[in-house]
């Protein structure tokens, strides 16, 4: 059988039908009815014992001695037990990987998944702390070439300002490299071998500042009914006193969500800290004090969002405006427990209602379904959250809101 001339190649002519021109050692040439010039190259598979072929470009863009060369490639696959053509799709796999693990763009579609996951409270503050402390660490690197000295010298530095913002990245990085371990975009996760204790202070766990005297939170009460700011923020303290809401969940309440005629505040599942989508939606009983609250509100409001940015047309309050408030109303010495955020009147609710038990004589269940607290034992939660505690909730609240009536004088402007 003579081989291909290279001359040749450019003269042979198209027929009724696609036929080939072999030039040995498995290559051929198909010439297709158009005029179409093929490489292929045909071969049984070292790996499933079956006859196969693989294309190795067009003529002329792939010139004879090209194509000689491939095939050469190819045998040598072959004589090692290795199939060409899983050996290209693995090869194309392995670039396409590559160029989908550079550390920038594996944490940007890591965040496409955190975002459907994590309160947006939680993913705003945590995309700022990748973008201002990890991506410019590693900017343009393969996430694959990323070894545990460099981790280890980020969550180093990171420690010496903020220790506890160093714990919690070292979990996110975790998290991270799990996910870029299922993607295929690295072997293994490097952080998982990185002794935390050794490389980081455990920080010293603090509560949220919370207050629990009854002459203190008197003269927070007072305070914040007498408040003369904005006006979403006044109510939006009014509301979290007698409604211990998260911070984010208050600042972000939308009208839809409550149903005055039913006295009834509805937030969707998605949108609580605990996502079980096995969950029904967080409700609360509306005590009249509350719908008194929202009624106010309405006067001054429309839109979708409840707690407005004053001169914006529909952006609500950020979480900080609050809290500033209350440092401003003189709630900021933590010393002699007058220290209060958002997040700590749910403490303060608590701690009371634990206090004066006697006096409502709700459930446990009922008291964690308050604030939302989710069981740690999943068969628990399961059986736990299918009860209905709307009952329990309603007689609860209305004590709450009846013991908060009574620590504010009647002098006082509501």
Not at 49 to 71: E, F, N
Not at 121 to 142: A, C, H, M, W
Not at 162 to 169: N, Q, T, Y
Not at 311 to 320: H, Q, S
């Amino acid at each position: 059988m003579s081989k291909l001339v290279a001359v040749d190649l450019p003269k042979i002519k198209p027929k009724d039908k696609p036929y080939t021109l072999n030039d040995g050692n498995g290559l051929s040439l198909l010439i297709k009815t158009d005029g179409t010039k093929l490489w292929e190259f045909r071969y049984t598979s070292p790996t499933i014992l079956k006859r196969r072929k693989s294309s190795l470009g067009k003529y002329p863009d792939v010139p004879l001695a090209d194509a000689r060369d491939k095939a050469k490639e190819y045998k040598k696959l072959i004589a090692q037990g290795i199939d060409p053509i899983e050996y290209k799709r693995e090869t194309k796999q392995k670039i396409l990987a590559e160029q989908k693990g550079v550390f920038d763009k594996v944490i940007d579609e890591w965040f496409v998944k955190q975002k459907k996951e994590l309160a947006h409270s939680t993913y705003i503050r945590k995309v700022g702390q990748f973008e201002n402390d990890v991506k410019p660490f590693f900017k343009g690197r393969l996430i694959s070439t990323i070894k545990h000295p460099e981790i280890v010298k980020l969550l180093e530095m990171k420690a010496i300002k903020a220790p506890e913002s160093a714990s919690r990245l070292m979990q996110y990085l975790n998290n991270l490299w799990q996910f870029a371990t299922m993607k295929g975009y690295c072997e293994f996760n490097i952080i998982a071998n990185i002794h935390k204790k050794t490389i980081l202070t455990p920080p010293k766990k603090k509560n949220y500042p919370k207050i629990t005297d009854p002459q203190t939170l008197k003269e927070l009460a007072r305070a914040i009914y007498a408040y003369k700011g904005d006006y979403s923020t006044k109510n939006a303290l009014k509301l979290v006193l007698h409604l211990p809401l998260r911070a984010d969940n208050l600042v972000n309440l939308k009208w839809e969500y409550i149903d005055l005629d039913k006295r009834l505040l509805t937030i969707p599942r998605s949108l609580m800290k605990a996502k079980d989508e096995n969950m029904p939606d967080f409700r609360m009983p509306l005590t009249p004090q509350v719908i008194e609250i929202l009624q106010e509100q309405k006067l001054f409001t429309s839109g979708t969002f409840i707690f407005k940015t004053s001169g914006y047309a529909d952006v609500p309050i950020n979480p900080e405006t609050p809290n500033r408030a209350l440092q401003r109303m003189g709630f900021n010495d933590e010393a002699k427990g007058r220290k209060t955020r958002l997040h700590g009147f749910r403490g303060t609710f608590r701690s009371l209602a634990d206090t004066y038990q006697s006096e409502h004589n709700v459930s446990y269940e009922a008291k964690e379904r308050a604030l939302d607290h989710l069981p740690k034992n999943a068969v628990e939660r399961a059986y736990t959250h299918r009860a209905d505690y709307i009952k329990e909730l309603e007689m609860l609240m209305q004590w709450w809101s009846d013991y908060l009536d009574n620590l504010i004088s009647d002098e006082v402007v509501r």
